[in-house]
């Protein structure tokens, strides 16, 4: 690899030699996976950390989001984003259901609460709302607009690791949270998810349904997946656990250097931290105006690569301009304008725990002309 190139992200990666000793425990137990001791140490470890009551493991953070459908029998319609990740319709796909775009809000780049009602027909089961870059959603106003037409709410919340509002964890939100410990998140397994479940009997059952559906050794309650996270990556996880506080402290540094060189760019735009909101700084998005910035979005991307500085294009297409999505009624552009705006013009500028004073100054000099 170019010695030189400045990439979007990087993992978290653990110590060795303490990664080798837990390796070397996992090899004289010879227990691999199947709830072993690090799964059970990972999932106390997360409780506490997250501040939440349960959680399950899971090998990565797609099949949380199909199985708490699952577990929550959803069908007929799902209102979601169509500026995500594209795991989250296709969870949706994956269990037969349609899903319904809905605008988001330009100020924050989430489902917008106040275009939700309109879209609600008799087969709406659930909102599935993504707390995009780890900005909370107004998780008050969706309940409220849950429990009026008795809705589900499963919270898609793969950016949003260790996200607090006033003190609380983002991830009580809602019927169900899911995680995603994928090596570019802030928090990572390597490959690796997990479900925030608020009571012990919902725990049971997605524990159940992510081991083949077994509730005993000759009894199977539901027609379950495999979705077992194993011995190795929950020793990996646990030693992540450790650092990732001074991670996300390194990240706000980062944060706090982009927003005040950016501060006086014309036609760049950024998200300022929330008031009473603990951020997790997973991603750094600006958001390019051609007029007056001078140049276009892809412009300035193709710019930053030419000096071995990979942004991303985070979130672009939409979700709702892939050929499986595109013939959706919800998905025609009118629709959407506000989330055509912000993925026509986001670049999330290089943001990790290993980035040097040296290299955030490149990439600035690149963005401010
Ligand atoms: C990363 C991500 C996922 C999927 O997680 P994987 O661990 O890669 O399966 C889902 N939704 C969003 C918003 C994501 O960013």
């Keep these: 690899m170019n010695e030189k190139l400045i990439t979007v992200t990087s993992p978290l990666l653990p110590d060795f030699k303490c990664f080798e000793d837990y390796l070397q425990e996992i090899w004289n137990s010879k227990w691999i996976t199947n709830n072993g001791s690090f799964h059970k140490k990972l999932e106390a470890a997360l409780c506490e950390y997250l501040k939440v009551p349960y959680i399950s493991l899971f090998t990565n953070g797609t099949l949380p989001l199909i199985t708490a459908l699952q577990a929550l029998r959803i069908t007929g319609e799902v209102i979601t984003s169509p500026y995500s990740f594209v795991a989250t319709t296709h969870s949706l796909w994956w269990n037969g259901i349609k899903p319904v775009f809905v605008d988001i809000d330009p100020a924050t780049g989430n489902l917008d609460p106040n275009q939700i009602e309109v879209a ?35 919270y898609d919340a793969a950016h949003a690791f260790g996200v607090e509002v006033n003190g609380e964890s983002i991830l009580n939100a809602g019927d169900m949270s899911t995680l995603s410990f994928h090596a570019t998140k802030v928090y990572n397994t390597i490959e690796g998810g997990a479900l ?16 083949f559906g077994f509730a005993g050794e000759t009894e199977v309650v539901a027609p379950g997946i495999n979705s077992k996270m194993d011995e190795v990556r929950a020793a990996y996880g646990l030693l992540n656990l450790k650092q990732v506080d001074a991670a996300i402290e390194v990240r706000h540094q980062i944060a706090i250097k982009y927003r005040k060189a950016l501060h006086n760019v014309e036609g760049v735009a950024f998200f300022d931290d929330m008031p009473g909101v603990k951020h997790n700084y997973s991603y750094f998005p600006i958001f390019i105006d051609v007029e007056k910035y001078g140049m276009t979005r892809d412009e300035l991307y193709f710019k930053m690569k030419e000096h071995d500085v990979l942004g ?14 595109r013939s959706l009624p919800s998905a025609v552009p009118e629709n959407l304008p506000h989330a055509y705006q912000m993925a026509d013009s986001v670049i999330c500028l290089p943001m990790h725990h290993a980035l040097s004073e040296k290299e955030v100054q490149k990439v600035l000099e690149i963005i401010v002309k």
């Design 196 to 211: 925030v479940i608020h009571d012990e009997q919902t725990k049971k059952r997605i524990d159940y349904l992510k081991n």
């Design 120 to 154: 609600i027909t008799p087969k709406t089961t659930a909102i599935m709302p993504v707390h995009v870059y780890g900005k909370p959603c107004d998780t008050q106003r969706i309940q409220e607009i849950a429990n009026k037409y008795g809705l589900k709410v499963i």
């Design 312 to 325: 991303r294009r985070y979130f672009y297409p939409l979700i709702s301009t892939f050929s499986t999505y």
